[in-house]
């Protein structure tokens, strides 16, 4: 048997823009994704996907040969997989039938949003492998910041320009980290549709862009929290102009005292806070009960 695994992440600093070459920061989260992979020489690929609490979320049965669906639990999901496999084959130079058995295991919730989908393009690629980035530009719209925190082993600053990614690890372990922490808005965004939307009003962005990267280059080399508090607003400032769209803390947490950044698409997902202990108790009582720390929550 083979196990492949890849990180999660968030992005920090970028969204969106990271598609119109923001240099922006992500960092790979401590949960992710694992992918076992049991050869057995058969006609037949059999898929299952198992959830944090050690459910069976989705099966399928593929043929070896072409990956045509037999039987599924979601047609929907089927179809991106089977997309995923026909992808990964023809960009692979080994070309061994893969056949037998896969289960994937998510290590975090599937509505976190820490890269479900991500984790399994990298996951597939080490099965093949072949680059995943490849595979990732080849089935996804995404900037690919995802698919480099997968190995990353720390934080790194992530660069897209014409679909070619640049990146490189760095060490965002700031003094004032006891004062950070995540909450997640009981919802999940589309980052997809998200990103589709994004390009199809996408405006000439060259001013925010470059505001933006200086942020990020900033935050990396600050050690002050009140100082980073100024560097979140203004970024929230800019990317609510950008998509013409109210911050997270004016549309639902205007009376909360401390700062707010959304991270990755907006309306959903984890949301990174500035606060003491006292402050948890705001979220807690409006019913969002999963906060993470920095530590508990990122790979630096």
């Known amino acids: 048997m083979k196990t492949f695994h890849a990180n999660g992440k968030l992005l920090i600093t970028g969204e969106y823009l990271v598609l119109n070459g923001a240099v922006s920061l992500a960092v790979p989260t401590k949960k992710g994704q694992s992918l076992m992979y049991n050869h057995k020489n058969e006609n037949t690929l059999s898929w299952e996907s198992i959830d944090v609490n050690g459910n069976k979320w989705f099966d399928a049965l593929f043929s070896a040969a072409e990956f045509n669906i037999i039987e599924t639990s979601n047609s929907i999901k089927a179809e ?11 960009i692979s130079e080994n070309k061994n039938r893969v056949s037998g058995h896969i289960k994937t295991v998510l290590e975090f919730p599937r509505n976190w949003g ?11 690629a080490k099965l093949f492998n072949i680059n995943p980035f490849k595979l990732h530009f080849s089935v996804s719209n995404g900037s690919g910041y995802d698919i480099a925190c997968a190995t990353a082993t720390s934080s790194i600053c992530y660069k897209l320009i014409n679909k070619k990614a640049t990146f490189n690890e760095v060490k965002w372990n700031p003094s004032y980290k006891d004062s950070l922490y995540f909450v997640h808005l009981n919802t999940k965004q589309d980052s997809a549709k998200e990103v589709a939307k994004f390009n199809k009003n996408s405006k000439n962005n060259s001013f925010n862009i470059e505001t933006i990267s200086s942020i990020t280059e900033k935050i990396l080399n600050t050690n002050s929290l009140a100082e980073f508090i100024n560097l979140i607003e203004k970024h929230e400032q800019v990317i609510s102009k950008t998509l013409d769209t109210p911050t997270i803390k004016d549309k639902l947490f205007k009376d909360f005292k401390g700062s707010i950044k959304s991270l990755g698409a907006w309306g959903g997902d984890f949301i990174l806070v500035c606060g003491d202990e006292t402050s948890r108790e705001y979220f807690k009582n409006r019913g969002y009960l999963t906060q993470l720390n920095f530590d508990d929550a990122l790979i630096i």
């Open 114 to 124: 820490f890269g479900s989908s991500s984790t399994l393009i990298t996951c597939v």
């Open 80 to 90: 991106f997989l089977q997309n995923l496999l026909k992808k990964a084959k023809s």
